[in-house]
């Protein structure tokens, strides 16, 4: 198993570009989301999606669209990059263990820089 | 909104020392999760909690849950360099969401 997987690895984009951040997983989790992580903030949830066409808001969803077409993939794409959305992010894949407990299963990040 | 502290930000001990990383909230949560995160990669899953006062141990780290489930603390005996990282509290309510703490950034040094 690959597990979660995550592409680019690093992207530098100008204020106003859009682009879509890939999101892979081979696990057969029903659940996945979309994570920033900010120094000193650790990490914040964007969107989520608790199975193929069903996602929902996180805390920081400006900016930022998703959709969940298969179980397999969950892209992230920028709207319109601004610089306030450089920023380490990292797509999650979660599965329900005993009762309420949701153990997330992390790709190695995408490093965003918007100038 | 349910928030989660956590404390050291910061800790830099030589190898060999024990030390204790705090997660605090206001909120009682059904689980708790620690997780370890390297430079450059993602958070891996250590541990999950679930009941109030558990206590479990995997090697050296040893991760509590607070009674009222609340809080948690995970504690290292004799530190190695390799226990160097960024350390990760997430507290699960009733959905899929977690909600991850601030972070503890621990350098070992030998």
């Known amino acids: 198993n690959a597990g979660v997987t995550q592409t680019p690895k690093f992207q530098v984009l100008k204020t106003g570009q859009s682009m879509t951040l890939q999101c892979a997983q081979d696990?057969?989790?029903?659940?996945m989301s979309w994570y920033r992580q900010d120094p000193g903030m650790g990490l914040r949830l964007i969107h989520y999606?608790?199975?193929?066409?069903?996602?929902d808001q996180g805390e920081v969803p400006n900016g930022y669209n998703v959709s969940r077409s298969t179980t397999e993939d969950f892209p992230l794409r920028l709207l319109s990059a601004a610089p306030s959305q450089t920023s380490v992010y990292f797509c999650?894949?979660?599965?329900?263990?005993?009762?309420?407990?949701?153990?997330?299963?992390f790709g190695p990040g995408t490093r965003l820089t918007v100038t | 909104t349910q928030l989660l502290e956590q404390s050291p930000q910061f800790l830099s001990i030589q190898e060999g020392e024990n030390l204790t990383v705090y997660c605090n909230s206001s909120?009682?949560?059904?689980?708790l999760q620690w997780y370890r995160q390297e430079p450059g990669e993602g958070p891996v899953l250590l541990v999950t909690?679930?009941?109030?006062?558990e206590v479990k141990k995997l090697k050296r780290l040893t991760f509590q849950f607070g009674d009222a489930r609340k809080d948690s603390s995970l504690h290292i005996t004799a530190a190695q360099t390799g226990d160097t990282g960024l350390y990760l509290c997430?507290?699960?309510?009733?959905?899929?969401?977690?909600?991850f703490g601030t972070g503890t950034r621990l350098q070992v040094f030998p």
């Open positions: 999650a894949s979660s599965y329900s263990r005993a009762g309420d407990t949701y153990e997330q299963y």
């Open positions: 696990m057969n989790h029903e659940y």
């Open positions: 999606s608790v199975g193929a066409g069903i996602t």
């Open positions: 909120s009682v949560f059904s689980s």
């Open positions: 909690v679930v009941t109030g006062g």
């Open positions: 997430a507290g699960g309510g009733d959905t899929d969401k977690l909600i």
